[in-house]
T-cell receptor
Framework: AQKITQTQPGMFVQEKEAVTLDCTYDTSDQSYGLFWYKQPSSGEMIFLIYQGSYDEQNATEGRYSLNFQKARKSANLVISASQLGDSAMYFCAMRDLDQTGANNLFFGTGTRLTVIP | GAVVSQHPSWVICKSGTSVKIECRSLDFQATTMFWYRQFPKQSLMLMATSNEGSKATYEQGVEKDKFLINHASLTLSTLTVTSAHPEDSSFYIC????????FGPGTRLTVT
């Protein structure tokens, strides 16, 4: 079963507007972590934000915030005041235990965000 | 802090040759490193988990004899693609775990 689902292959947003990138996850663990990464065309994976499953408050990092709805198993990324440099692929990822008991990261299929001037 | 480097950043090789990719944690020691593969317009897929001083754990479907992983020290893991074929052309990304995973910049492999 897919652990991370990103249903938006591509999104467009006007510069200076806010945009929400969707992410839902599936796990039976009580303790897990949720991450968002940005991957520009250069290929590097840039860490944006982290939310722990026990964190009661939504994580925020500058213009990034994570809308964590535990009951719905969703962890949407909100980017406020979009900038042209935000155009990139965005991956949602979850850290939990795999079948061997190891702590691994599972990635979604990504959303390509394009910021329109 | 928590910087991970990869070398080379890109490599072109001929079919049938072997290619070695290095992953280094520059400012921390990592007992565990991970190797991912990413095909164009696709997500990262975990290939193997590399533990210092022991054999790597490969994900299902990844040929351990083709993708040789060596984690000889706490700051270096290497991935060797043996007898490379054009279908091995991909973007290979490593990560090193301190508390969380920190990613290298990736290596783009093209096999002609």
């Amino acid at each position: 079963a897919q652990k991370i689902t990103q249903t938006q292959p591509g999104m467009f947003v006007q510069e200076k507007e806010a945009v929400t990138l969707d992410c839902t996850y599936d796990t039976s663990d009580q303790s897990y972590g949720l991450f968002w990464y940005k991957q520009p065309s250069s290929g590097e994976m840039i860490f944006l934000i982290y939310q722990g499953s026990y964190d009661e408050q939504n994580a925020t990092e500058g213009r990034y915030s994570l809308n964590f709805q535990k009951a719905r198993k969703s962890a949407n990324l909100v980017i406020s005041a979009s900038q042209l440099g935000d155009s990139a692929m965005y991956f949602c990822a979850m850290r939990d235990l795999d079948q061997t008991g190891a702590n691994n990261l599972f990635f979604g299929t990504g959303t390509r965000l394009t910021v329109i001037p | 802090g928590a910087v991970v480097s990869q070398h080379p950043s890109w490599v072109i090789c001929k079919s049938g040759t072997s290619v070695k990719i290095e992953c280094r944690s520059l400012d921390f020691q990592a007992t565990t490193m991970f190797w991912y593969r990413q095909f164009p317009k696709q997500s990262l897929m975990l290939m193997a988990t590399s533990n210092e001083g022991s054999k790597a754990t490969y994900e299902q479907g990844v040929e351990k004899d083709k993708f040789l992983i060596n984690h000889a020290s706490l700051t270096l893991s290497t991935l060797t693609v043996t007898s490379a074929h054009p279908e091995d052309s991909s973007f290979y990304i490593c990560s090193a775990r301190l508390y969380e995973q920190y990613f290298g910049p990736g290596t783009r492999l093209t096999v002609t």
